[in-house]
């Protein structure tokens, strides 16, 4: 829909059945957070906090909650969007179908940018006059979770080569100056940091404008891995079926007409603060650390504004519904940029960029009788080379023709394809001293750690094992332990066992193991807690994923290193228990959650919701 305003959105929601109201006072200090989270859990409506203490803007969250909602906001314009989005990525079908793809061209010309509006439909305010979203008990202080993020190239200034992103804002807390400074994060591989590189060449402060709220395809614009070329201003009009107005104010930043708050300021060269900690979406704090400082120059906000907030932790969230929908828009894209892919996933339960799922054409030595990883492997390294997708630590690649109804989806299914091939001597590829993700504490240093590559072709190799053998046994200290699903197998270790003690530990199971046949469990995973691993196969990707490092945390039983290649015979051991150096993980508030359950008992606003 065209929807001119959020207040536009809310109003059709609420008409729909997709709005609740929440009028009596809540507490933007973790109080907000937590009726958000319950409410999403439940699949729950968009959220307006008509009455939030300390402020007197009312507070929107959950509005892309689910991808079913997401689609009824967007429910005129995601086909032709995906049709721009996948012309963008080969504009030969143009050429081809010229009368076909007409009115997507009239899409994207209607769609570009218009410089319109003035201060003058705009009041002024402080930072601490914002709602104070604290989410998680440990987060170093408020901070603004739906911005859009708006920098200028120095270079090439104008909105046509701007860049809109969503990095976060913390508004207050550690040593920030309240009112005058802001912090501004952002992490590897963000259009914003080439931006803050050549003013920084020059000597000359980056002129930054954040957006909060405004219609809903804005957000959704500064979230998009958009192809190169495609302005997300022009694709904020396309996908919202109105064009995206914008002016300059009398200090020279770029405001959005639409928006419902702008703050506006400077980050010099250089010029840091601590910033953090902040519950993340990995499922744990990321730390404090220093990033830009903004110097704050002005906060506007519209008459009727309305703050839009979300709340992020252990997925799934609603930035997982934010990636249900990126990946309806583009999923096609990725694997016609590069050849052979036909899909990859970032898997969600997992954090997104701890792990990756791909499937892959193997078509090197279609004359040889026995298949083996080649062009898979080429394809890995492409991936790795791409965008955010180089920030993943473990990719699991397979072979198309190996199983064509093969869905990198499908946790469990996939997972089992590659444990019945797997060659545990040949299969595994390292990359050391490399680049992870910035909120990834399991490495050994901020954006610093390892990857892994394990790549899969051919036959079956062995049946896995749905249950233990009536005489399997492990030693002391591993007597816990319990299958999480054919294959694999959760071992607690007691938390008094340290990484130091880990070359012992593996002597302890080799002297046990070494002799078995244990080609039926080709993977064990060591955790703090077997029963919570093997619950489900999210506990078990999430533990698993986030907690390791590849390349100081894989073991194997009889393991060896032949001209530089590390392989094993099997079972891989993988040490997913939580390390010194790791951040804490994310634990609701007990007296906050009694409040919520107050507020779904009868006669509750949450009763029938939650």
Known sequence: MGYPSLQACLADLEKNGHLIRIKEEVDPHLQMAAIHLRVFEHQGPAILFENVKGSKFPAVSNLFGTLERSRFIFRDTLDKIKTLVDLKSDPIKAIKHPIKYAHVALTALSALPMKRGSTSNFEKCHISDLPQIVNWPNDGGPFVTMPQVYTEDMDKPGIMNANLGMYRIQMAGNDYILNEEIGLH???????????????????????????????????????PLPEGLSEMTFAGALGNRRFRYFYD???????????????????????????????????????????LLKVHNVYHRKDAIWSFTVVGRPPQEDTSFGALIHEITGSALPTEIPGLHAVNAVDAAGVHPLLFAIGSERYTPYIDERKPQEILTIANHI????????????????????????????????????????????????????????????????????????????????????????????????????????????????????????????????????????????????????????NLNNFVWVTFTRSNPSHDIYGINSFTEHKHWGCTGPLIIDARIKTHHAPVLEKDPEVEKLVDRMGEKGGVLYGII
């Open 186 to 224: 952002y992490q590897l591989h963000r259009g914003i940091g080439v931006h803050q590189t050549k003013a920084n060449a020059k000597g000359q402060p980056l002129k930054v404008s954040i957006f909060v709220g405004g219609p809903p395809a804005h957000p959704v614009a500064a979230v998009m």
């Open 250 to 292: 009398d200090e020279g930043f770029c405001i959005s007409s639409d928006a419902d708050f702008v703050i506006t300021g400077t980050v010099m060269p250089h010029e840091n603060k601590p910033e953090g900690p902040f519950g993340d979406h990995l499922g744990y704090y990321s730390l404090k650390h220093p990033f830009p």
């Open 384 to 535: 790795l080379g791409k965008g955010q997708l180089s920030l993943a630590k473990y990719l699991f690649i397979a072979a198309k023709e190996d199983d064509p109804s093969l869905d990198v989806n499908d946790i469990g299914g996939f997972l089992k394809h590659i444990l019945q091939r797997i060659d545990l001597t040949r299969d595994l590829h390292f990359y050391t001293k490399t680049s992870i993700d910035t909120l990834d504490y399991s490495g050994d240093g901020l954006n610093s750690g390892s990857k892994v590559a394990v790549a899969v072709a051919g036959e079956v190799k062995r049946e896995l094992w749905g249950e233990l053998p009536a005489d399997f046994t492990l030693p002391k200290p591993f007597e816990i332990y319990k299958m999480v699903m054919p294959g694999v197998l959760a071992v607690e270790l007691p938390k008094n066992i340290r990484s130091s003690d880990m070359p012992l530990m593996l002597e302890i199971l080799q002297e046990h193991l070494g002799e078995s046949d244990l080609n039926g469990l080709p993977l064990m995973v060591l955790c703090n807690d077997a029963v919570f691993t093997a619950q």
